[in-house]
């Protein structure tokens, strides 16, 4: 029984150290969580700024395709409006025309190049806000990817120590049993004692009882003599 019991407690110990190892080896690998969120946050927070600032600029570039297209009567691509420049500029170099006709000309080439203009302002500035636009949707991608592994973190963190917890009652549990297996060894080896003092004590007393006998017998024998 004795023999049974030390095996249990050896294999008992066997599974501590196990867990123990398992415990190290956690504490090795597990991240420093306060580091890695630190990390992630000030990345996320950096893609915040820049979403804010490109906000800002985004609502000064609508501001000024407000204003101008308040001045743009004839909202008409550019490009076309410089054709029709560059068609009466050509007019006016190769036609005969008369002083009127050209001063008329004139007045609507003055007039086509102020629309040029706006149209133009307004197109580049159009090809500013969808740029900007662009932008401002990449930079929340990426706040949303940072904010995202936060929450990802936080939860293996969570679990991790879950894991932890669970190992810590597994120690328990075991050193439990270790201290339960100790004390029935204990309480076996006590029997074993009380045993073998018994023993002892019985194999003393037939040793007197024979000696008495052996003695008894001596004189016995002396008497017939």
């Known amino acids: 029984e004795k023999k049974n ?11 501590i150290r196990n867990s123990l190892n398992s415990l190290k080896e956690y504490r090795v690998t597990k991240p420093n969580l ?3 969120l630190k990390k992630l946050k000030d990345n996320r927070e950096i893609h915040n700024k820049k979403v804010k600032d490109l906000i800002s600029s985004l609502k000064e570039l609508r501001d000024k395709k407000t204003e101008i297209e308040k001045k743009t009567k004839n909202r008409v691509n550019p490009l076309e409006l410089k054709r029709k420049i560059e068609f009466l500029e ?10 009127e006709k050209e001063k008329k000309i004139m007045g609507e080439l003055k007039k086509l190049k102020t629309e040029f203009k706006n149209s133009g302002e307004l197109f580049f500035n159009r ?42 009652k597994q120690l328990d549990s075991l050193r439990e049993k270790e201290s339960s297996k100790q004390k029935e060894i204990t309480e076996v080896k006590n029997k074993i004692e009380s045993l073998n003092n018994d023993l002892n004590q019985r194999l003393s007393e037939m040793g007197k009882i024979k000696n008495a006998a052996v003695t008894e017998a001596a004189i016995r024998k002396d008497m017939k003599k």
């Not at 019991?5 to 599974?15: A, C, M, Q, V």
């Not at 050509?90 to 002083?99: A, E, L, P, R």
């Not at 900007?132 to 973190?153: C, M, P, Q, V």
Request: aromatic share 6%.
């Open 5 to 15: 019991k030390i095996i249990e407690i050896s294999s008992i110990k066997k599974d």
């Open 34 to 36: 306060s580091v890695e």
């Open 90 to 99: 050509q007019k006016i170099q190769t036609d005969v025309i008369s002083f």
């Open 127 to 168: 090809e500013k806000i969808e740029k900007i636009s662009k932008e401002i949707k990449e930079e929340r991608d990426e706040a949303n990817t940072f904010h995202n592994k936060i929450k990802e973190l936080l939860s293996s963190n969570k679990e991790k120590n879950k894991e932890l917890k669970d190992y810590y």
